[in-house]
Nanobody, 127 residues
């Protein structure tokens, strides 16, 4: 059974930084796409950053250069380093896993195709 547990959210001022963590359990070795997805109340979930089993990363345009996704060497913790935060980054951030996919292709990155989700951690950026 896959379990994902996020932490690290909080309130910061615009321009500040946060690092989110997601402890993974039950994620079997193999081809996977892991990602961070965010959601604002009343809006659909939107993908932010992704990493596949080979360590290749992808970002949506509005976070490129500001956010960094990574995993620890044991590949049991996923991180999202967020810098230069903006008020529009305010959202609940979820760690998600799409297991058994070769890489984070466009279909694999679609939020609807992630199989497993954490409970989310809130990030609030004030101006």
């Amino acid at each position: 059974q896959v379990q994902l547990l996020e932490s690290g959210g909080g309130s910061v001022q615009a321009g500040g930084s946060l690092r989110l963590s997601c402890v993974e359990s039950g994620v079997t070795a193999g081809r996977n796409c892991l990602g961070w997805v965010r959601q604002v109340p009343g809006k659909e979930r939107e993908g932010v950053a992704y990493i596949d089993s080979d360590g290749r990363t992808r970002y949506v345009d509005f976070v490129k250069g500001r956010f960094t996704i990574s995993q620890n060497n044991a590949k049991d913790t996923l991180y999202l380093r967020m810098t230069q935060l903006k008020p529009e980054d305010t959202a609940a951030y979820y760690c998600a896993a799409n297991l058994g996919v070769w890489s984070c292709t466009a279909p694999a990155r679609a939020p609807t195709n992630f199989n497993d989700w954490g409970q989310g951690t809130q990030v609030t950026v004030s101006s």
